[in-house]
């Protein structure tokens, strides 16, 4: 499946676009056409897949929707978001979207009617709602919001008519917008027989339609056998990577990936990443700026689908403040890119050109605290990685069963004759010499 091989690009789009933080309904600016002045760039850096945070009616942040049917009114008509998907197809790029199902905002048709109509409206059955208590909005009856936040009404997915609704929601996505996935958000919330069932009519209208849930912790595995997800995001190897270059513990990030790939979830895909929309910028939480490189490096050396949260390849910084993350999700107007993303470039490049980078069999060869030396290997072609997070050289001993190799960055012949010299802060990708 195409996913298995792509690097993903996640975009918040309200945020990127610069839309006001509340809808008033009106469409009174084409923001999401912005897309088109970025498709050239994305294209360039070599991104094969663009995961959009909410693009559909909201009230104010986009996980609170009003209309699953119609585009964010701040973004633009629902015809530009199809020239957005048809430009970024021209490109060979796919387009994800975040399918929001556990829970809607208060201005949801429905919901609305119900306010309106109170136990004779039609759609009571699409929520939890008691007319014998109150809520927090003095609605004369009490319903329950997602996790205390009672901006956010919960669905109730056991309801048939719900169900066939937002059903039509995803074929209308994929008949009218052509969209290629959906991550699922808060998907430990919803019920594993309603993903299984989304999935199932999404695979029908296009047949290698990704599924991916949002997990935040561990032990998930039924998120691909009852669920049936291609893919979840890795929450723990995102803290092993930072935590594991701040603490010069190289140790926590080779331990959670193990117990990932040979324990919790053989053979099966896992979003990896290093910062998203919801968790610091990695060029905040990293002590050191110069690991930068490093650790993208790594993100896309390593098992999984790598996933480039929007202007972190250039070093966007955005720590989360009292009551707000604003500044982890800023506007742009124009692609920034520079050194840190000429490097990314190169390392995405490396990715998609050598499948064992993406496919390839793991195997460690060294581990101490401040380097990690592994081996992919796919189909006969072998690539060795070798990372130094020490601010000194360090030379390394192992059986690279081959004399000499090309580091795919630089195209320098490295042999591996006494030892392999390390430069302080440097991660190498050596392809190994074919056996004849």
């Not at 701040?74 to 790029?93: A, P, T, W």
């Not at 905002?105 to 039609?122: K, M, P, T």
């Amino acid at each position: 499946m195409w996913f298995q091989n792509a690097v993903f690009y996640q975009i918040s789009t309200l945020d990127f676009c610069g839309c006001p933080k509340e809808n008033d309904g009106t469409v009174t600016d084409h923001r999401i056409n912005r897309i088109k002045e970025f498709a050239d760039y994305y294209k360039d850096l070599g991104i094969s897949a663009i995961y959009f945070n909410p693009v559909f009616s909201s009230d104010s942040h986009g996980y609170d929707t009003r209309d699953y049917r119609r585009l964010d009114e701040r973004l633009g008509s629902n015809q530009d978001f199809k020239e957005i998907v048809k430009e970024l197809h021209k490109r060979h790029i796919r387009v994800v979207l975040d399918g929001v199902f556990n829970h809607v905002g208060r201005g949801f048709f429905a919901f609305e009617d119900v306010i309106l109509h109170r136990e004779n409206s039609r759609y009571v059955g699409w929520f939890k709602i008691d007319f014998n208590g109150n809520s927090n909005y003095n609605d004369g009856f009490w319903y329950e919001g997602w996790e205390g936040h009672y901006e956010l009404v919960k669905l109730n997915l056991d309801n048939p008519e719900l169900q066939n609704y937002l059903k039509e929601s995803i074929g209308y996505w994929i008949d009218y917008f052509d969209i290629d996935g959906l991550r699922l958000d808060v998907s430990y919330l919803l019920p594993r027989w309603f993903m299984s069932m989304i999935g199932d009519y999404a695979r029908s209208k296009k047949k290698d339609f990704f599924m991916m849930g949002e997990v935040l912790g561990d032990n998930a595995g039924y998120m691909f056998s009852e669920a049936c997800l291609n893919a979840i995001t890795d929450y723990p190897g995102y803290k092993g990577l930072w935590s594991s270059f701040n603490s010069y513990n190289l140790f926590e990030i080779a331990h959670t990936l193990k117990r990932n790939m040979f324990d919790m979830y053989r053979d099966q895909l896992l979003l990896t990443f290093v910062d998203n929309h919801d968790v610091e910028r990695i060029a905040s939480k990293l002590e050191d700026s110069a690991k930068l490189p490093l650790i993208f490096g790594l993100l896309l050396s390593l098992p999984g689908i790598p996933c480039i949260y929007y202007g972190s390849e250039w070093g966007q910084t955005g720590k989360k403040e009292i009551g707000s993350d604003a500044s982890l999700r800023p506007e742009y107007t124009k692609p920034m890119p520079n050194q840190l993303t000429d490097m990314i470039k190169g390392y995405i490049s490396a990715r998609r050109k050598h499948k064992a980078l993406s496919k390839g069999k793991f195997r460690e060869l060294v581990l101490t605290n401040r380097q990690w030396v592994f081996e992919r290997e796919y189909e006969g072609e072998r690539i060795i990685v070798a990372l130094n997070i020490d601010n000194n050289p360090c030379t390394v001993h192992f059986d690279a069963r081959s004399g000499t190799a090309e580091e795919l960055i630089s195209h320098q012949i490295h042999d591996f004759g006494g030892g392999s010299e390390l430069a302080p802060l440097s991660l190498y990708l050596w392809k190994t010499e074919k056996k004849k």
